[in-house]
């Protein structure tokens, strides 16, 4: 009987370690998994932001371009009609050229604002992946510990 004891030690070892082994695996594997989704969320975020940018400052050239010919429109009716570009011309001229100009500004502070947002999620994603790889080890130590701690008491137990 004794020697079926000392098969039984050895086997519930071996499953302790097999059975260890196969958890750690799968912490690695999860860990990996983690850290390259959040990069990948990381990377997407940063491209919207870029591609946000991109469509902001055409949007503000389009703006510009329309600008000059509401400006131009507005000096030809004006020439038109005999009134030279003083007083309430002028002054009509100046202030379509600061609300052009607001526009413009606008568009751009809506892209900007966008873009830092998602450029800080893009940074907390990165955070998050580097805090699931750590944690990842912790677990992992933490799972060696308990494996060994399994076998070692499945050696030691006596009848």
Known sequence: MLPFLAIAKV??????VAGTYMSIQGQRQAAKAAEQSA????????????YD????QKNMRRERENNKREIA???ALGA???????????DSLIEASE?????????WERASTQAKQLRGQAQ????EGEQAQTASKY????????????????LIKEK
């Open 53 to 56: 940018e991109s469509v902001a």
């Open 80 to 90: 038109r009609s005999g009134l030279t570009e003083t007083g309430a011309v002028s």
């Open 139 to 154: 677990n992992i130590y933490g799972t060696a510990l308990s494996g060994a701690g399994s076998v070692a008491s499945s």
């Open 73 to 75: 429109r507005m000096r």
């Open 99 to 107: 609300r052009h100009q607001t526009e413009i500004d606008d568009i």
């Open 124 to 127: 907390m994603s990165s955070w």
């Open 39 to 50: 990069e990948w969320n990381a990377d997407q975020a940063r491209k919207q932001a870029a």
């Open 11 to 16: 086997l519930s070892a071996v499953s302790a």
